[in-house]
Structure formats: C-alpha cells, structure tokens
C-alpha cells in the first residue's frame, strides 16, 4: 500500500496549520473547493474521539463557495474500514478533507485498510487530500505526535510515529507561530537532517504540487533545513536537557511564496552559493 | 556618555531572559554573585513602574549565595539622578542588577545622566552588569519595546528604540521560547542583517566578556544571523502582511555553550565552509 515513487501522485495536498477561517473570508477553503472542481468532498473526522458537530461545521463553511457534494467519513474502529458504503463514497470522491484532533487516531484506525487505499488511489489519480492541525500532521512519512510547545526542545521530549505518508521527507509541524513551536520542528529535525521541517501557522496552508508548494493564508510557514548542521548534542546530553543544534537555515515564506521540496529552496530566493557569498563577504 | 571603542570594557554582562530563579538552585543568580566577588550589588529597580517587593524578593534570594551588601536603587524621574546618596551607591558597588518591567522607563530615566555615566564606568572599569527581561533587551544599541508575541511577524508590528548600548551588534529578545517570539526576533535582524538577533529563554543567560559568550540555565539560547539573507519583503510588502525572510542561518545553544560575537560562530561547531560544504554536497 505504499505510494510508488516511479510514478508520482497526480494529485494535491493541501496541508493547513489549523484554525483555517470559515466564516470570513475563507481562502484556505476556495483553495479545496477550486481543485475539487465541482466533485464530491469527503470530510474524514476519523482524528477526533468525538466527531460531533465537525461535519456540519463545514458543510456550512463550503455551502457558499459551491461545495454542496459532502459526506462525512467516521470511522469508530478498523472493521468499519470495511464498510461498503463508506468505500463507494470515497469512489466517488474528487477529494478528502481530514479535520483536526489526534494524528494517532488517523493512522491506528485507517492505515492499511481499503480507506487508506482508497484515498492514496484518489491522491494518485488527481484528488484533492486537505488536512488541518491533526490532519496536516498525519500526511507526512514520519509525523509529530507528541512534544511542548512554547518551550525549547529537551532531549527525549518528542514523541513521532510513521504517518499516512502522502508527501515524504518532510515533518509538519501546525499551530507553529501561535503555540510557539520552533522549539520541537528543530527537535524533529536534529534526529535526522535529511528530514526537512517544514511549521504552518494558523489559517495558513501549503498547497503541494508534485515537488514545489505554494503558501496561502493569513501567516507564516517556516521551513528548517539541517542539512548543514555542523553540531548536535542530541544523543551525547541527557535526557531532559535542551537541545543545542548549530548552523540550521531558516526560511520564513507567506503567501505567494513558492518553495521547491528538491532543491530545498523558496524560489524567489537567490541560489544557495549567492547566500554563502554572503555570508562569507568581510563586512 | 558613550563607550570608547578603543578601549574595550573590562567587565562582564549578565543578560538574563527573565523569570530566573530566586528560591531554588539559583544558578543564574550564583553566576552574578561569582562575579561581585564579594563587593556590593546594586539593584536597579528602575525599570517598574511599581517597584515594590523587588529590591526584597532579591535581598532574599542573594542572601543565602553571600551576598549580602545590596543597595536598591530607584529613579523616579530624571532629577533623581543627581541624588548624590544614589550617586555613591554606585560608586561603591561592583556590580548592578537591573530587574524587569519596562525598558523603556530604564533608558527615558537614567540615560545621558549621571547614573548612566557611573554604570558604563563600572562596566568600563571591570564590574559585572545583570539584567532581566526588560533589564536584557536594554543592554543592547537598538532594543525591542514592543511587538507581538505567540504569531509570525507582521511588516509594522515592531517597536524599537535606544538602548544602552553596553552590548553592539546584537538585538536581544527575553522569555523567547515560553512566549514565542522567534517571530518578532527575525523580524527585527530582517530590518538590518548587521545585527545577530539573540532570543533568551527563561532562566537562562548569556555572560559576556569581551567578544565572546556562553549559556548557562536550563533553557536555551536562539542566535538568528540574517547576514546571508537572500530575500526580504520588508519593505515592499504592505503593513500587517506577514514577512518573508530566506536564507537566515540559526543557532540553538544551551548551558555551557559559548558564541563568538566577531566571528558569529558557535564555539563548538565547525567553521561555516564546513556548514557550506555540508549544504553543498548531493546526497
């Protein structure tokens, strides 16, 4: 059930840092209802213990943007991944939405079972797959569970777990400027520099196309790229002291900003040796 | 009143990021008191409008560390400044502490006055300066005043001003990563790359002597250099958007920690070739 790097998925994502408007102007949203082209959405409300209320939120919300095509997709167990008509509406589906609660509920109800086939399917051959705070967490290969915000990160205080994996070499972090979180995406980052960190403030999404993303929305995203870390005490300190991580390049994009995911650049950026130049340059 | 260059300051400055301890093991507080050696501590109050109970809270909390010759020192306006009694406790001290509040009341009282005048010369002449939170960002050229806490930074949402300037180059931010101001701290160096943006996290300081520091407490330490920026929307985007920055390189460092001010370097890392190299190399 693992995407197949040979052929790339068609599809988009749209990974929103949570608290996305929805009853203002609602841009992260038309973004969804613009690549769903008029089809069926599906609301997965599978992260939340309680998923009371979530669908009709935004039923209202997407009512006035066109999106009348919705259905909510609960899941309680891994046995009602079997259930028919939950599968035909995803058939039919031009694109999935997940809302926030507990990535862990996403991954323990869903993964390996026809639902998660079915939405990688939909990804695949072009579907629209939004995600919000839970829900933009679950996309990644290994994805943030657990850690403090509005603290520095201290070794061992970090909990992660393998995701849906729908975008890879990434982690997202969400709710990142509001909860202070800068502190655990460095952490996430310091336990393997291949691994790009990639933090959404609230009502800000990007919207992931093959190997670039755009930024849309109110804030900020950051990204952090290790990649050129010179030094970490992640496994030589003890557990419960904070981290130290030396040379970490740090881009801050808004919206309209364009970042490519291989080349780890934001595309309006001079290339990597004009930054190096100057910081090289005597002053 | 200012700083002759040609003659760098003998002494040492306690930058603190707030909240340190006063009742437990004090480490922060112990550092200060090493470097009294002995001698009498000034506790400049200055910065609180309602000054009651600090001068006590720190009588309290020093006693037990031996030091038990404090003198509180307070400014209720610029006249007070002459007050020969004020003017000897200086003269005396081998240290001052400024505690927090509003470092705007610190520089709009006591700079360009005699008080300022018998603070740089102690600085000057080998005393131990300390400040916290406000008594941080005060330390610093340009200091922070204002700006929003817990979200990315908004072109406008700054306010600087004058500040003491017995540290260069730097701008400093306090209670950094309890209160997420990564933020705000890169929208200040976004305004002059010249300037390594510094953000402290509670109970925890840096010690400078002469270009260098290190970290001691139980948080940590962000630096923010912006001298490689390839891209800012400063000053083309329009008040309130949230900015864009790429290509700042960040530093987490905790106790024990030291920093080359002249250098911008970590003590601990490699050189930035090597940073560079790693950047570089395909993998």
Redesign the interface.
């Known amino acids: 059930m693992t995407t197949d790097s040979s052929t790339p998925p068609k599809g988009t994502l749209i990974i929103i840092g949570g608290h996305e408007d929805k009853e203002g102007r609602r841009g992260i949203l038309k973004e969804v209802a613009r690549h769903l082209h008029g089809g069926k959405l599906v609301v997965a409300t599978v992260a939340s213990h309680e998923p009371e209320g979530y669908f009709e939120s935004y039923q209202k919300a997407f009512e006035p943007l066109g999106v009348t095509d919705l259905t909510e997709l609960y899941v309680e167990n891994r046995a009602d991944t079997l259930n028919e008509e939950k599968l035909q509406s995803l058939d039919e589906a031009t694109g999935v939405f997940f809302s926030g609660g507990d990535q862990l509920r996403i991954t323990s109800q869903i993964a390996n079972t026809p639902v998660e086939a079915k939405i990688r399917a939909l990804y695949e051959k072009g579907g629209v797959i939004a995600g919000t705070s839970a829900g933009a967490s679950v996309m990644c290969e290994t994805m943030l569970v657990k850690g403090a915000s ?4 201290r070794i061992g205080d970090l909990r992660m777990a393998p995701g849906l994996g729908l975008i890879r070499g990434v982690i997202i972090d969400q709710h ?8 655990r995406l ?1 952490g996430a980052v310091a336990h393997n520099p ?1 691994v790009l960190g990639i933090g959404i ?1 609230e009502n800000t999404a990007i919207v992931v196309q093959g190997d670039t993303f755009s930024v849309i929305g ?3 995203v ?1 990204i ?2 290790a ?5 970490s ?1 992640l496994v030589e ?1 003890r557990r419960d ?15 309209g ?1 364009t970042f490519d995911l291989v080349k780890r650049r ?1 595309h ?3 290339d ?1 040796e ?3 130049a ?3 340059a005597e ?1």
Not at 150 to 153: A, K, L
């Open positions: 509005g603290e520095s990160y990142f400027g509001e909860r202070g979180r800068i502190g460095l291949r403030d109110e804030g900020a950051y952090a790229d990649s050129g870390v010179t030094y005490n300190a002291r904070p981290l130290s991580l030396y040379d970490v390049r740090l881009h801050v994009l808004s919206h900003d934001p309006e950026a001079g990597l004009t930054s190096q100057l910081e090289a002053c």
